[in-house]
């Protein structure tokens, strides 16, 4: 079992930035990496980015790449994703989530990830 819990989210102007954290717990040394998702209002949960335990690649979403990057801090078993010049249009929940399949399912679907955090709120303003 793995628990996370997601923290850092909060009300900016445009423009600014954010760092998230999501902190595990629990037998995350089973799973392939941790991911990054967003669901905004009305709108499906989706993709954000992922970083992967073997080698701390990443992999982000288009809307999001040159913007915001994934890192991890393996003593403290935490997860950052630092958000930059952020748009209105990233105002959702971010959740963070372990991968649990291999990376070669892709990366998009919600089942290749498990043990979900309770999410946090980001609100960009214009």
């Known amino acids: 079992q793995v628990q996370l819990v997601e923290s850092g989210g909060g009300l900016v102007q445009a423009g600014g930035s954010l760092r998230l954290s999501c902190a595990a717990s629990g037998r995350i040394f089973s799973t392939y990496g941790m991911g990054w998702f967003r669901q905004a209002p009305g709108k499906e949960r989706e993709f954000v980015g992922i970083i992967w335990w073997s080698d701390g690649s990443t992999n982000l979403a288009d809307s999001v790449k040159g913007r915001f990057t994934i890192s991890g801090d393996n003593a403290k078993s935490t997860v950052y994703l630092q958000m930059n010049s952020l748009k209105p249009e990233d105002t959702a929940v971010y959740y963070c989530?372990?991968?649990?399949?291999?990376?070669?399912?892709?990366?998009?679907?919600?089942?290749?990830?498990?043990?979900w955090g309770q999410g946090t709120q980001v609100t960009v303003s214009s």
């Open positions: 989530a372990v991968r649990t399949a291999v990376p070669s399912y892709g990366l998009l679907r919600e089942g290749l990830y498990g043990s």
